[in-house]
């Protein structure tokens, strides 16, 4: 185990923490609400992008996790807050290249489209 907690691994360490705070969600979840669904789409979004950070890893996952940001501005717009905040931390902070920022955001920001489009079609189609 490394312990230069430096880079990716330092990441990785806490994805892996944020990660051991979801216990409390199931009393949480015991009333649905907007909320919860938000928080908890947001945390595996972020988990996902934060655990791939520096992996070679195909842009499916990725697009998976910005899929599951997307949801989370779905389920209470206010989470756009979080999601914008953590994107400029991803394009600003994160310890990669400037190449590889930009390679992992477009398939985070075309999964997060994906989901806000799929939240419209379904708002029209029974709403209207």
């Given at each position: 185990?490394?312990?230069n907690?430096?880079?990716?691994?330092?990441?990785?360490r806490l994805?892996?923490?944020?990660?051991?705070?979801?216990?409390?969600?199931?009393?949480?979840?015991?009333?649905?609400?907007?909320?919860n669904?938000?928080?908890?789409?947001?945390l595996?979004?972020?988990?996902?992008?934060?655990?791939?950070?520096g992996?070679?890893?195909?842009?499916?996952?990725?697009?998976?996790?910005?899929?599951?940001?997307?949801?989370?501005?779905?389920?209470?717009?206010?989470?756009?807050v979080?999601?914008?905040?953590?994107?400029?931390w991803?394009?600003?902070?994160a310890?990669?290249?400037?190449?590889?920022?930009?390679?992992?955001?477009?398939?985070?920001?075309?999964?997060?489209?994906?989901?806000?489009?799929?939240?419209?079609?379904?708002?029209?189609h029974?709403?209207?």
């Amino acid at each position: 185990m490394d312990m230069n907690l430096t880079g990716s691994a330092r990441y990785r360490r806490l994805a892996w923490g944020l990660i051991g705070l979801i216990w409390y969600l199931p009393a949480l979840h015991a009333r649905t609400s907007s909320e919860n669904f938000a928080g908890s789409f947001f945390l595996i979004g972020l988990c996902g992008v934060v655990l791939q950070l520096g992996r070679a890893r195909g842009p499916a996952f990725m697009a998976l996790a910005g899929f599951c940001l997307g949801l989370a501005f779905e389920s209470r717009f206010q989470m756009g807050v979080s999601v914008f905040g953590f994107l400029a931390w991803l394009i600003f902070r994160a310890p990669l290249r400037p190449s590889e920022r930009w390679t992992a955001l477009w398939p985070i920001l075309l999964g997060g489209m994906g989901a806000v489009a799929l939240g419209r079609v379904i708002d029209w189609h029974f709403f209207v």
